[in-house]
């Protein structure tokens, strides 16, 4: 018997359902309660193992005070849709990008960086970890 494997959409809406609600702190018990489901339910929406129903996507959003388009925002195209035809737009950000924004490490890296006012101060912490990690930062 075979596992079948997540949905690449289940998976990005679900990471950033989980993104959202630690960048809040929200704990999936929490979301689970407002939703009337366990919080084992929350962690396969978040791992994209179940997927999330249009209304329970809508009442999601709005309890994590988002819109339905943020949980889609930087999606995986689809082949052949019209979206992903080849253009100017931006291409959608890394899967790693979403994956460490939505571990506990990311939300709060993250959440203090933002809070830094000086931008020389905020380069110099970016230069810190490039040179950590073994990289050069230009």
Known sequence: MSTKSP????????????????????SQEKLGRALGVTFQQVQKYEKGTNRIGASRLQHIAGILGVSVDFLFEGAPQREGSAEGAAGFAEAP??????????????????????????????????????????????
């Open 7 to 26: 949905n690449p959409i289940d998976r990005h809406v679900g990471s950033r359902v989980r993104m959202r609600r630690m960048l809040i702190g929200m």
């Open 93 to 138: 950000p890394s899967e790693y990008v979403a994956d460490f924004l939505s571990t506990a490490e990311g939300v709060q890296l993250m959440k203090h960086f933002v809070r830094i006012g000086n931008p020389r101060v905020r380069r110099r912490i970016v230069d810190l970890v490039a040179a950590l990690a073994g990289e050069d930062n230009e």
